[in-house]
C-alpha cells in the first residue's frame, strides 16, 4: 500500500513540475509578445473589418434577391391567373358568338329552339372540355355533400331520400363541388 501512495505522489510531483515550468516559461514569452501585440492586434482588426464589409455585401445582395423573386413570383401567380381565365373565356367565345348570330336570326319559333339547344349542346361541351361535370337527375339518391334540398314531398311511390325533381343542376370540378345541385326530395 506503501508503494501506491508513492507512485501516486510521485505522479503528483511530475504532473506538477509541467505547471511549474509553464509558469516560468510565460512571463518570458508574454514580454516578447507584448512588444508585436499592438500592431497584431491591428492585422486582426482590419482582417476582421474586411470581412465583415464582404459579410454585409453579401448579406445585402441576398436580401436584394430574395426581393427580386417574391416581386417574379408574385407577378408569374399574377400572370397564370390571368392566362387562366383568357384560356376559359376563349372556349366559350364561340358559344357567345352563337348567341350572338341566333339574336340577331330571323325564322320560325322551331328553327330558333332547335339553334337554342345547338348552342346549349356546344356550351355543354366546352364546359367538359374544361373538366366540369353536371350532376342532379331526378331519381338519384340525394347525397348533401352534393345536393342542397330546397323542398320535401311525401311520396309513398318514391324511395327515401328520392330526388324528385330538379330545380338547378350542380357541376363539379373532379371530386370539388363547384354548385350543389338544387333539389326536391322525397320522404
Known sequence: MAKKEEKKETKKKVSAEPEEVKEEAAPESSAAEE???A??????????CEQLKKKDEQYLRLAAEYDNYRKRTAKEKEDTFVNAKVSVLEKFLEVADNFERAKDATGTLEDYQKG???IFTQFLEKLKALGAEPFGEA??????ELHMAVMHVEDEEKGEGEIVEVFQKGYKLGDKV???AAVKVAN
Open 178 to 180: 363547384i354548385r350543389h
Open 116 to 118: 337554342i339547344e345547338l
Open 35 to 37: 512588444s508585436t501585440a
Open 39 to 48: 500592431p497584431e492586434s491591428s492585422d486582426v482588426e482590419a482582417k476582421l
Open 139 to 144: 331519381g338519384e339518391s340525394f347525397d348533401p
